[in-house]
T-cell receptor, first 111, second 116 residues
Framework: AQSVTQLDSQVPVFEEAPVELRCNYSSSVSVYLFWYVQYPNQGLQLLLKYLSGSTLVKGINGFEAEFNKSQTSFHLRKPSVHISDTAEYFCAVSGGNQFYFGTGTSLTVIP | DTAVSQTPKYLVTQMGNDKSIKCEQNLGHDTMYWYKQDSKKFLKIMFSYNNKELIINETVPNRFSPKSPDKAHLNLHINSLELGDSAVYFC???????????????FGSGTQLSVL
């Protein structure tokens, strides 16, 4: 079975500072990895995904993530955050015919 | 045009009532889902349909019954509502097999269900 652990439930960061949101997964099979963002009162939107190939994946809004197979991690990063990045971020893995989501990290950007 | 639309956005009801949430996608996708997001933001799959056929039916009380009249619609009917059913329910779709092929999910904006 697959599972996802997001190590930080809340991450406050000052505007224009860098941020890293951590995600670890466990799986007995090859998986696909995703980061979704949820703005207040909205559904989730895909930020980026890793299927294969280059372990560094670039997504929308300046976010990127690095797949590390040996550490079973898929951390999300942004070099300089904006107020508009305040949202809930979910890491997810797909295995078989299901998606498995982490419990989310609430990113708050402080002016 | 909204890709995945669900109605109503808010649903406030009494315990014991029966209610439905409707979902429609105009993306031509084959697979649709219902997810439940609890107060701690945990997102859990409830059901998945592929071309009107049920393919995922997680451990969900029998009071929850999905219905897919065609592949563009997946409705959720809930009987005898309980306090614990209060949550945000999200409809989603994917182009074909979804997770199996690493496809992205397209989510609706959610239905906030409050059972009093």
């Amino acid at each position: 079975a697959q599972s996802v652990t997001q190590l930080d439930s809340q991450v406050p960061v000052f505007e224009e500072a860098p941020v890293e949101l951590r995600c670890n997964y466990s799986s007995s099979v090859s998986v696909y990895l995703f980061w979704y963002v949820q703005y207040p009162n909205q559904g989730l939107q895909l930020l980026l995904k890793y299927l294969s190939g280059s372990t560094l994946v670039k997504g929308i809004n300046g976010f990127e993530a690095e797949f590390n197979k040996s550490q079973t991690s898929f951390h999300l990063r942004k070099p300089s955050v904006h107020i508009s990045d305040t949202a809930e971020y979910f890491c997810a893995v797909s295995g078989g015919n299901q998606f498995y989501f982490g419990t989310g990290t609430s990113l708050t950007v402080i002016p | 045009d909204t890709a995945v639309s669900q109605t109503p956005k808010y649903l406030v009801t009494q315990m014991g009532n029966d209610k439905s949430i409707k979902c429609e996608q105009n993306l031509g996708h084959d697979t649709m889902y219902w997810y439940k997001q609890d107060s701690k933001k945990f997102l859990k799959i409830m059901f998945s349909y592929n071309n009107k056929e049920l393919i995922i039916n997680e451990t969900v009380p029998n009071r929850f019954s999905p219905k897919s009249p065609d592949k563009a619609h997946l409705n959720l009917h809930i009987n005898s509502l309980e306090l614990g059913d209060s949550a945000v329910y999200f409809c989603a779709s994917s182009r074909t097999g979804g997770a199996r092929w690493g496809e992205k999910l397209f989510f609706g904006s959610g239905t906030q269900l409050s059972v009093l």
